[in-house]
Each structure stands twice: as C-alpha cells, then as structure tokens.
C-alpha cells in the first residue's frame, strides 16, 4: 500500500482496533460482576464477534460482485474472528475442558458440526484475505454460514439479550442490502463516467456516505469548513439526548405521582416522552405548513412532514436509551445497541440529501415558497406565469433525461437575486439532481484556464464540490457587475453586446454550457433590458427559447 493509500486505511484500522479493545473489556470485565463467569464470558465474546462481524457481513452485501471486499472489510472480518476464537476458549475451553466429544453431546451433532465447520470457514477465509488470495466463493461461504448461524442462534433458540444481539445483526443485514438496490451498480471510483463534460446524476454509495460521516466526526470546526450533513448528524444528536432528558424528568414525575411499581413508572415515563416529542414536531409541522401554502411556488409538505418525523423518530430513540438505563446491564446493553443500529439505518435517505446539496456550493440554503409576498412584504414580487413555467422546469426531468432549460433571472439590487438562485438551486438538489453554483467571474476564470473540473474536486476537501461539467443544473450568479463594467448598458447594444462578451469570454465553454440546464442570474433595470439579456444568453448557449424572470420591487410600506 502506498504512503497516500495509508492515511484513511490507519484511520479506519484505529477505529476497529478501538471497538475490539472495548468489546474485550466488556466481555471479560463485565461477567466477574454478574457470576458464572465462564458462562458469561462465552456468552458476550460471542455475541460480541457477532456484532463485529455484522459489519463485515454488511460490506460483502454492498460490495461482493462490484468491486473488491475492502481493506475495511478484511479489517472488521479478522477482529470478529479474533474475537470468535476467544469465544472458543472459554466456550470450548473453559467449560468443556477441550472435549470435542462433550460438544457433540451437548449440542447435537448439526450444531456442533455446523460451529466447527464455520471456525474452519472463517478462519481460511481470514488467511486468504490477509494473503490476498483464495476466491471470492470461500468468503461468501463463510458469510453465509456465519449469518445463518447467527440469525438463527440468536433469533430462533436465543432469548433475552441474545435476540436483541440477533435483531442488530438482522438490521445490519436488511440495511445493507436496502443500500446495495439504492446506491447504483458500483461506486464513483469504478462507475462509467458519460461522455466527456455532458451531465450526470449525483453518484453517491454507501461508502461516499460512510467517508463523509469519518469526515464530519473526525474534523475539526476550526479547521475545516462547516457541512451540511455535519450539522443534520448534530440534530439528531441532540434529538436523541432531548428523547434521554425528558425520559428521565417524565420517569421521575410518574415515580412522585403514581402509587405503581417501578415497571409502570418507567413506561409511563417512557409513553409521556413519546408523546411529548410527537405534539411538538406536530406543531412544528404544521405552523411550518401554513406559512407558505398559498405563495407562487408550493410549499414541499411532504418533506416537511418527513422531517418533522425523523425528528421525532430521533427522540423517541433516545426515550428508548432511556428507558433502557433503568433495566439490568444485559438489557440496557442490547437495547442501546438496537437502537444504535435502528439510527444508523435511518439516516442514508437525509445524509444523502444533505451531501448532494453541500456539494453544490450554494451560499447559503433558501426554499421557493418563501418567495410569497403575501405572506412576507419583504420579499420581491414575482409574475405567477413566470414562476409556473419555473416551477415545470424544476418539476420535469434533468438533462441528460431531457432538453436543457435557460432561465434569465433579473432584478434590482436588494430584490434577493442570490436567495432566488439559492432557492433554485435547493429545489434542485432536493429532488436529486446535481447543482452546481459559480459567479461569473468564476466562470471566466476557469474558461481562461480551460478548466472544466474533471480532476481533482474542488472546494473544501471535506466537501468536494460537483464539477461544473457535470452538473444537470449549473448557476451562473453576479452577471451584472461585468455588464456594467463593459459599458453595455451605456452603449445601447446590449444584445449583441453581451453575447460578444460571453463569446471573448466563455467560448471554450459553450458547447458544454448548451448540455444543462443554466440560470443566470444578473441585474436588470427594465423588462426590456431582460428580454434583451435573456436573448443574448440564449444566443450563446443554443437554447431559442430562454425563460427570462423578473424580480418586480418589494412592496413599500
């Protein structure tokens, strides 16, 4: 491996090598205080191992037949075999004095069988892996025979803590195949890429979503540029300790009130934190709703309402982890861990959305529907023709599924020029496509240099910003300033004028600008001077037809 290579490799080693150490500790630690020690320490090294392996059970779903298994994988997959065999020491060892024909015995010949099959399985697969030989069949051998013997263990002949380990292994399973039929045939770094700067959809796997979360964790706000998915993974944090918080202060009012045992108490206090988060995320909702349901553009509710679910999901979460800490240690462990797994799995959906819209390098995020001056003074006008035709546009498919649109947005200074682009381009990205937001001046720059951002990305390294060239919907913002720096507006030619600037200017481009969907946004001071922008725009990018929108004054009051 080389040098470059080593640096996520160590980091992700570092991580394994921590959940091993902690796993041990637990494992041999926790059974001198709950007695029977060998039983105990059999029964948590297993499940343990189990818990590990589930990681790499998850990477053979998302990854087997696509691309190689993973230094992580071989990772995760030789720390549960480890760990595995520490099971046999006190399982094997310990209580059965190394008597393979107790095993036997006790067990039953398919059981014991199938254990010892599975340690030799498990164990060459190991080897193969670290050799970086042997055939993909003996991974998926040992993968198979372990999630059968798992799940069933567990789930079938297990009870207590043991099904609550088998239903994380189940989670881990479901997910990752639900991740494998949603994250496309194979990753960015082997995926065919369109010809060469035509547009594309935004192509993120699990694994872009699992090195943007290693990224947000594991930076520093100081040092690198806040993130989008960095602060969602923030909310629902604080979601889940706001869901532990009230379950504790509700549990405790239930235990002064109620003439209950301690059980009634705790789902009491449980029931009343459930509830609590749900009104208010309700309400939220539904004041959020009323704000913008009869402006020029529709209000998304249906995100809304996701959200506001999410949300309360998170809290009744941590309610749940709340709960769990008045149970015994064996419960409270299976439970936090469930819940742990059931977090985990809800997030791709909004990480993902959040990581397409970061990558757009939008300003700042802004929604259409606050456009609505009846409901906001403070807002520009906006001609309902207009933002009906915009609204069909953003509603329709994307190039390269369909024509390429050109929207001419014009206005005064002050009209929210840049929050209209902003909202544009949200709008975008919330429906999955791939934005990308540039000044004008950017764009000369890059045109100058002949850039079209096919190499390294841009942006800060821990975002990584869509190239231009491939975006389905590109903003081009600040128009104006150029235009009034080249005299335009004095000379009366601004037609033919402006598309002679944006051919000295951007001609290396035009050919590429013609295959998406481009908004310029610049200022104009009358209808006329925009139809006449919006003509030359249109001229340059080969687009006939462009939709010029113009931002009337604010209403003054």
Known sequence: MTAAAGGPWLGRASTIFAAFALACFIAVL??????????????LTVWAALLLAGLALAMVILRAGRRPLGEDWRGWWSAAFLMFLLHLVWGLGAIFKADVGAVFVVQGTLVAGSNFLLTALWGASVAMAWLGTGPMGLHLAASQLLAVSGLV???????GPSTGVGTVLLLLLVGAGVGRFTSGPMSSETKAMPPSHSPQKPILTTCDLVQQFWRDIYGKEVQ??????????????????IGIVLDFAFTVIAYRLLSAGADWYQAVGFLLSALVVSYWEYRAYS???????????????????DNAVIAAGYMIIGALVGWAFHLTLEWALSIVLAMVVLSIVLAPRWLRQKIIWQKAALPYLARLADFNPKANANVARIDPASAQALWEIIEAAAPPAASPHLVVVGGAIGSGRTT?????????????????????????ELAAAGNFETGASSGPPNIGYWAWSRSQILIVDDLGPMITAAGLRASGQM????ENLLCAYLSPFAA???????????????PAELSDMAGAIGAFCRNPSPLAIALEPKVQR
Request: net charge neutral.
């Open 512 to 526: 590429a600008l013609s295959l998406r969907n481009t908004i310029w946004i610049t200022d104009a001071d009358t």
């Open 224 to 241: 690198s540029a806040a993130t989008y998915s960095y602060t969602w993974m923030a909310d629902q944090m604080g979601h889940v300790c």
């Open 420 to 444: 209209f682009g902003c909202g544009i381009g949200t709008e975008f990205s919330f429906k999955n496509a791939c934005v990308r937001y540039l000044t004008f001046n950017a764009l000369i």
């Open 153 to 159: 263990s567990t789930l079938v002949f297990g009870h």
């Open 287 to 305: 004041t959020d709703a009323a704000k913008g349901s009869d402006g020029p553009f529709p209000l998304d509710t249906r995100l809304l309402r």
């Open 30 to 43: 926790v059974p001198v205080g709950l007695g029977d020690v060998d039983y105990n320490r059999a029964r």
């Open 495 to 498: 037609r033919q004028g402006l």
